[in-house]
């Protein structure tokens, strides 16, 4: 029923920046918080930041605390990760996910490449 979509991912040197956006879509929908997450090659998934939709109440992993932000977009139902100051240990799928009613992310987009150069 509701479909999340991830765009602006590519390829930045080290030090540049990058501005991800995922869209929500569907019929009818709730959003309790949204969320980014990545997988690099080999590696699980990890929690990147979140944000808690009526509230505005942000959380980020240490790795990148300072360095994203996660915000809601002026179009309805989208977040966006803009990510500065990017490292190569940033190269990862990322993720856009949904929490509908507080109990857990369970709705997950297809995911958006990054990769940074060194």
């Known amino acids: 029923q509701v479909q999340l979509v991830e765009s602006g991912g590519g390829l930045v040197q080290a030090g540049g920046s990058l501005r991800l956006s995922c869209a929500a879509s569907?019929?009818?929908?709730?959003?309790?918080?949204m969320g980014w997450f990545r997988q690099a090659p080999g590696k699980g998934r990890e929690f990147v930041a979140e944000?808690?939709?009526?509230?505005?109440?942000?959380s980020y992993a240490d790795s990148v605390k300072g360095r994203f932000t996660i915000l809601r977009e002026n179009a309805k139902n989208t977040v966006a990760l803009q990510m500065n100051s990017l490292k190569p240990e940033d190269t990862a799928v990322y993720y856009c996910?949904?929490?509908?009613?507080?109990?857990?992310?369970?709705?997950w987009g297809q995911g958006t490449q990054v990769t940074v150069s060194s």
């Open positions: 944000i808690n939709w009526s509230g505005g109440i942000t």
């Open positions: 996910a949904r929490d509908s009613r507080g109990g857990g992310y369970d709705n």
């Open positions: 569907g019929r009818t929908f709730s959003i309790f918080r």
